[in-house]
């Protein structure tokens, strides 16, 4: 079996968020991390390596120092890692990363694809399924379990849906993505650490990608347009009341709703 797992370096927000003149987040200027629900898609196949022997293949989409998330994902068990990095690449929304990811992944045998279900950097949940579209193959979004048949060559999941959940069972190839809470990522060993950096990563660019056209990726090919953007406007000094009772701290509240055209 084969499994490809997406994986996005975000920034950290702990460190605080940096944009660009043109709106767009600077990403060679902050600190970055794994974006968490892909750490879990990505447990999500290492458990399926550690059951059935499946080979485990990471790919992200980034700047050059976006090999650190491979070699986190090499650390914790993955096989192989896949960088796709290209100054025409730079400033692509969900439509164009989409497209560029799912033309490096024809590159690839596969017969699950694993993606975290969004990106704390956009919240979108867009990338994922759109891949599965330029690939044409099924998708189960908001995986909260994933069973596996490799004899039916079908996967099963529990995917999350409001206060209940379904059971979605798939023929494979299919595309995964995943929630956060599907497991507790494993940390990587200190012997998972040396043989990262003994690893090779392999540097995909635009000319390596299958069946994508020049004004569908990019800057260029992003129908997506920032009108503006900022850092977290900071809150206005709150009141501090303390009714005498509980029929003053009533009237309080109402009035403070009706101000608010709340009701």
């Given at each position: 079996?084969?499994?490809?797992?997406?994986?996005?370096?975000?920034?950290?927000?702990?460190?605080?968020?940096?944009?660009?003149?043109?709106?767009?987040?600077?990403?060679?200027?902050?600190?970055?991390?794994?974006?968490?629900?892909?750490?879990?898609?990505?447990?999500?196949?290492?458990?399926?390596?550690?059951?059935?022997?499946?080979?485990?293949?990471?790919?992200?989409?980034?700047?050059?120092?976006?090999?650190?998330?491979?070699?986190?994902?090499?650390?914790?068990?993955?096989?192989?890692?896949?960088?796709?990095?290209?100054?025409?690449?730079?400033g692509a929304d969900t439509w164009a990363t989409?497209?560029?990811?799912?033309?490096?992944?024809?590159?690839?045998?596969?017969?699950?694809?694993?993606?975290?279900?969004?990106?704390?950097?956009?919240?979108?949940?867009?990338?994922?399924?759109?891949?599965?579209?330029?690939?044409?193959i099924p998708v189960i979004s908001y995986a909260?379990?994933?069973?596996?048949?490799?004899?039916?060559?079908?996967?099963?999941?529990?995917?999350?849906?409001?206060?209940?959940?379904?059971?979605?069972?798939?023929?494979?190839?299919?595309?995964?993505?995943?929630?956060?809470?599907?497991?507790?990522?494993?940390?990587?060993?200190?012997?998972?650490?040396?043989?990262?950096?003994?690893?090779?990563?392999?540097?995909?660019?635009?000319?390596?990608?299958?069946?994508?056209?020049?004004?569908d990726i990019g800057k260029v090919g992003s129908?997506?347009?920032?009108?503006?953007?900022?850092?977290?406007?900071?809150?206005?000094?709150?009141?501090?009341?303390?009714?005498?009772?509980?029929?003053?701290?009533?009237?309080?509240?109402?009035?403070?709703?009706?101000?608010?055209?709340?009701?």
């Amino acid at each position: 079996m084969k499994v490809v797992v997406c994986v996005k370096q975000v920034p950290d927000t702990k460190g605080g968020v940096k944009f660009k003149p043109d709106g767009t987040l600077d990403r060679s200027a902050m600190l970055a991390i794994m974006n968490p629900d892909d750490k879990a898609g990505l447990e999500a196949a290492l458990r399926l390596k550690d059951e059935y022997g499946a080979e485990v293949s990471v790919v992200t989409m980034g700047l050059p120092k976006a090999d650190a998330v491979l070699r986190e994902a090499f650390a914790m068990g993955a096989d192989k890692g896949y960088l796709v990095t290209d100054r025409v690449l730079g400033g692509a929304d969900t439509w164009a990363t989409s497209t560029t990811l799912a033309g490096a992944l024809r590159n690839l045998d596969y017969d699950l694809i694993i993606t975290g279900r969004q990106a704390i950097d956009g919240d979108t949940a867009q990338v994922g399924p759109q891949i599965s579209e330029h690939l044409h193959i099924p998708v189960i979004s908001y995986a909260e379990d994933i069973k596996v048949n490799p004899e039916e060559g079908t996967v099963e999941v529990k995917r999350q849906f409001e206060d209940r959940y379904h059971i979605v069972k798939a023929k494979m190839p299919c595309l995964i993505t995943c929630l956060s809470e599907l497991n507790e990522p494993r940390y990587m060993t200190p012997g998972g650490i040396f043989d990262a950096f003994q690893k090779d990563v392999t540097v995909w660019g635009r000319k390596d990608l299958k069946d994508v056209k020049d004004e569908d990726i990019g800057k260029v090919g992003s129908p997506t347009q920032i009108a503006k953007a900022s850092d977290k406007v900071a809150k206005g000094k709150g009141e501090q009341v303390i009714p005498d009772s509980p029929e003053e701290a009533v009237d309080y509240i109402m009035g403070k709703l009706d101000e608010k055209h709340v009701i």
